[in-house]
């Protein structure tokens, strides 16, 4: 079974500097996707960025960008010019491939990390 | 825009009730999902579903039922409401297509009390 872990329960950054949300997963699986979720304090489920294990190129989407590293299995999120609006909740999560035959293809999830923006 | 739509947003339940929680996609998806949310927890699956009339156990399937006999609608049945289900419940929905996320509804709070 696959297995998410965030390490940092809370991260707090400056208005308009950059952060790094840590994730690191486990799997023998070789095809599958990483996302990361953002969570307000609405309770919305919102997909920030996703990333397919067989690109070797690091998603980007806007200011939001990931390093993921397959070897050392991790993915952070980095997130640049920080806005009061990315206070959240946010969530990595793993799926296996589309081809893997797993059956759910369910997500799996780490248990979070709160990012606290201040002004 | 509908989305995933789940009712109700919020219900409180006493202990031995039973309620089923809503859950309609409009965008023709055959795979739908079920997570509960736990206070500072991450997502876990309750059931899933590939298409109308197939459903399978997630992660954490005890105290629930579903069924699944048209492709828009995914309900959730609580038959005797326990404590511990107090929770968020999220449902959710992808194509089966190559390279899809899943999109999620707005959730549900529910407290047992």
């Known amino acids: 079974a696959q297995t998410v872990t965030q390490s940092q329960p809370e991260m707090s950054v400056q208005e308009a500097e950059t952060v790094t949300l840590s994730c690191t997963y486990d799997t023998s699986e070789s095809d599958y996707y990483l996302f990361w979720y953002k969570q307000p304090p609405s309770r919305q489920m919102i997909l920030v960025i996703r990333?397919?294990?067989?690109?070797?190129q690091n998603a980007t989407e806007n200011r939001f960008s990931v390093n993921f590293q397959k070897a050392a299995k991790s993915f952070s999120l980095k997130i640049s010019d920080s806005q009061l609006g990315d206070a959240a909740m946010y969530f990595c999560a793993y799926r296996s491939g589309d081809f893997s035959g797993a059956g759910s293809y369910q997500l799996t999830f780490g248990k979070g990390t709160k990012l606290s923006v201040i002004p | 825009n509908a989305g995933v739509t789940q009712t109700p947003k919020f219900r409180i339940l006493k202990i031995g009730q039973s309620m089923t929680l809503q859950c309609a996609q409009d965008?023709?998806?055959?795979?739908m999902y079920w997570y509960r949310q736990d206070p500072g927890m991450g997502l876990k699956l309750i059931y899933y579903s590939v298409g109308a009339g197939i459903t399978d156990k997630g992660e954490v399937p005890n105290g629930y039922n579903v069924s699944r006999s048209t492709t828009e609608d995914f309900p959730l049945r609580l038959e005797l409401a326990a404590p511990s289900q107090t929770s968020v419940y999220f449902c959710?929905?992808?194509?089966?297509?190559?390279?899809?996320?899943?999109?999620f509804g707005d959730g549900t709070r529910l407290s047992i009390l």
């Open positions: 965008m023709n998806h055959n795979y």
């Open positions: 990333q397919e294990a067989y690109k070797q």
């Open positions: 959710a929905s992808r194509s089966d297509r190559v390279n899809q996320p899943q999109h």
